[in-house]
C-alpha cells in the first residue's frame, strides 16, 4: 500500500499564496509521474498540474498556469503546489496522485494509481 500525505492547507484571502506538500515512498519518486488535482463540492475532480519522473515535462491546466508552480525535492520525497494570486474559485479539496504511466502528459483521474487523502483549500473573497 502507497501512503502519500497532503499538507498545506488552509484558509486564504484572495490574492494571496499557499504552499501544499505531498509526501511519498521513494520509489513513487524514482518511477512515477506524479500530479495535482482538485474536487470542489458537487463537482468532478479536475486536473491542476502534472510533473514528470524526471521533471523534464510538467503540465498545467489553463485555469492554474500562470499563477501555480508545480516542483519536487527527491531527497525530501516530497512534491510541492506553490499556488499564488488565489481566487476563491480555487476552493476544493486538493489531491496529490501518482502513475505508473510514463511517456505522456496524464490529466485524467484514472490514469493515476495512488491518492493521498486531500487537503483543504479555501479562499475567501
Known amino acids: 500500500q502507497v501512503q502519500m500525505v497532503e499538507s498545506g492547507g488552509g484558509l486564504v484571502q484572495a490574492g494571496g499564496s499557499l504552499r501544499l506538500s505531498c509526501a511519498a515512498p521513494e520509489r513513487i519518486f524514482n518511477m512515477y509521474a506524479m500530479a495535482w488535482f482538485r474536487q470542489a463540492p458537487g463537482k468532478e475532480r479536475e486536473f491542476v498540474a502534472t510533473i514528470a519522473w524526471s521533471d523534464s515535462n510538467i503540465y498545467y491546466a489553463d485555469s492554474v498556469k500562470g499563477r501555480f508552480a508545480i516542483s519536487k525535492d527527491i531527497r525530501k520525497k516530497t512534491m510541492y503546489l506553490q499556488m499564488n494570486s488565489l481566487k476563491p474559485d480555487d476552493t476544493a479539496v486538493y489531491y496529490c496522485?501518482?502513475?505508473?504511466?510514463?511517456?505522456?502528459?496524464?490529466?485524467?483521474?484514472?490514469?493515476?494509481?495512488?491518492w493521498g487523502q486531500g487537503t483543504q483549500v479555501t479562499v475567501s473573497s
Open positions: 496522485a501518482a502513475s505508473k504511466i510514463l511517456g505522456k502528459v496524464l490529466t485524467t483521474p484514472d490514469e493515476y494509481d495512488y
